[in-house]
Each structure stands twice: as structure tokens, then as C-alpha cells.
């Protein structure tokens, strides 16, 4: 079974991926709690943040 996503919901999801690379927190959600895109932005947000770092010491 394939999990489609509309052109919205991935927009959300990225919104919130950007957001943690941009260091804002977890309540910069631009979404209302109620709105279908909220939990997009937060998967985005909570898989950047827990991504391993990329970045070499």
C-alpha cells in the first residue's frame, strides 16, 4: 500500500525539516493544532532533528 501525500502536506513537512536546520523550536509551528498540515510540520521537525549530524569536527 502506497502513503500519498498531497503537494500541501510534503510543503508542510519540508517547512518543518527548514525549521530545525534553522534552529526554532518545536512550538514555532506556524500550524494551529487543529489544521491537518500541524502534524506534517512536526514529522518534518522531529525527523531533522533527531538525523544524525552531518557536520565534521
Keep these: ?8 502536506q510534503v ?3 519540508e517547512r518543518g525539516v ?5 534552529g526554532k523550536t518545536q512550538t514555532d509551528n506556524p ?4 489544521a491537518d498540515y500541524y502534524e506534517f510540520w512536526e ?3 522531529l ?3 533527531e538525523a544524525p549530524s ?3 569536527a
Excluded at 527548514?18 to 534553522?22: E, G, N, S, T
Excluded at 500550524?31 to 487543529?34: H, L, V
Design 18 to 22: 527548514k525549521a530545525c536546520q534553522k
Design 43 to 45: 514529522q518534518g521537525f
Design 1 to 8: 500500500m502506497t502513503n500519498y501525500q498531497t503537494k500541501a
Design 54 to 56: 552531518t557536520v565534521e
Design 11 to 13: 510543503h508542510a513537512f
Design 31 to 34: 500550524y494551529p493544532k487543529e
Design 47 to 49: 525527523k531533522e532533528r
